[in-house]
């Protein structure tokens, strides 16, 4: 593995403030109480904090197996991890003014930070397209399996990313033509194919880098490796069978 240069010692600094973020809103929430579930509660912060920051820290560590060009890496993780700053950020202010955070369209202000979301969305969509490509144009670096660990893992990342652009067009059309509490309840049938596909791209290349440390062979590591991206795919069918039968 690469030895870390300064520009993945910031972004895991930061992925670790942003999982930190969703741990202390675990807390507010175990505190003040309310409601789990809905556009407004304290889930947002907590699981939005920690989704973010261990994906941040996740592409920034898989990505030093891709053979793409040293500074443009360092440009792109710099935009990502700002993009998850902002992103997990507005999710924040919102759950502490008690309003909605996305799909929220009641007042300008609302607004602003809703489009700023959605907007903030599709930036991290191309970033992690441009690196999904990057994986698939040459072959990653790594151990017996990280070749596969990391393909797979960001095959699977663009299934959530796909979830998610499905689940913010339809809740902004939704929106848009007067349908806002059916826009806040359109996302659920989608929630559990992006919660699933979204942590690919770090389950399966650690899973890789674990097994190198292992006494196995590497045709052995690679079958494992193997059926492991096997068998989060089929998890993801499942979660798109679900999403298909409750859309």
Known sequence: MKIPRATDRLCHATGLFLVLSGLAHLVVFAVDGGPWDGPVSWRKPVTFGLSFGLTL?????????????????????????????????????????????????????D???SMTLAVGG???????TVFAVASFRHRPTGPAGMSLAVRSGFAILLVALASGAAMIA????????????????????????HGVSL????????LA?????????????????????????????????????TY
């Open 209 to 245: 880098w674990l097994l190198s440390r292992s006494p196995w062979s590497e045709p052995v590591r690679l079958r494992i490796v193997t059926t492991a991206a096997g068998c989060y795919a089929a998890a993801v069918a499942g979660a798109m069978v679900w999403a298909v039968l």
């Open 199 to 206: 942590h690919a791209v770090l389950v399966l290349p650690l």
């Open 57 to 109: 820290m996740a592409i920034t560590w898989v990505t030093s197996y891709l053979r793409v060009g040293a500074r443009l890496r360092s440009v792109l993780l710099l935009v990502f991890a700002a993009d998850c700053v902002v992103e997990v950020g507005g999710i924040t202010l919102q759950a502490w003014r008690r309003v909605p955070s996305h799909l929220n369209m009641e007042t300008p202000f």
């Open 122 to 128: 599709g930036v991290l969509v191309a970033l992690l």
């Open 111 to 113: 607004t602003a930070v």
């Open 170 to 193: 339809r809740g902004v059309v939704l929106t848009r033509t007067g349908h806002q509490e059916a826009a806040f309840h359109s996302t659920a049938p989608l929630k559990p194919l």
